[in-house]
Nanobody, 115 residues
Framework: QVQLVESGGGLVQAGGSLRLSCVASGSIFSLNTMGWYRQAPGKQRELVADITIAGRTNYADSVKGRFTISRDNAKNTVYLQMNSLKAEDTAVYLC?????????WGQGTQVTVSS
């Protein structure tokens, strides 16, 4: 079964840190650039970071310098280390291929930052 399972979210105070994980099934993971997305209430889903198979990374300006994306191809897992969290980072965080079309979307993991 092709699926994504995100975890690691929670409630954290502003300035705190969280590490998100996304485990992917199937061979799609190893063949694609993977991305972390987020969707806040009433807003469109946005791509916040992506990482190529070789490990090259890109970040949205809003998270640059605070978030770090990484991947473990042997474990079919992509991570998002989030530091210096802000209230505006509050959202459901999801992973998928960079196109957003590689997998059915998972449930995501809720990140709530209190100010």
């Amino acid at each position: 079964q092709v699926q994504l399972v995100e975890s690691g979210g929670g409630l954290v105070q502003a300035g705190g840190s969280l590490r998100l994980s996304c485990v992917a099934s199937g061979s799609i993971f190893s063949l694609n650039t993977m991305g972390w997305y987020r969707q806040a209430p009433g807003k469109q889903r946005e791509l916040v970071a992506d990482i190529t198979i070789a490990g090259r990374t890109n970040y949205a300006d809003s998270v640059k310098g605070r978030f770090t994306i990484s991947r473990d191809n042997a474990k079919n897992t992509v991570y998002l280390q989030m530091n210096s969290l802000k209230a505006e980072d509050t959202a459901v965080y999801l992973c998928n291929t960079k196109s957003g079309l590689g997998y059915p979307w998972g449930q995501g993991t809720q990140v709530t930052v209190s100010s």
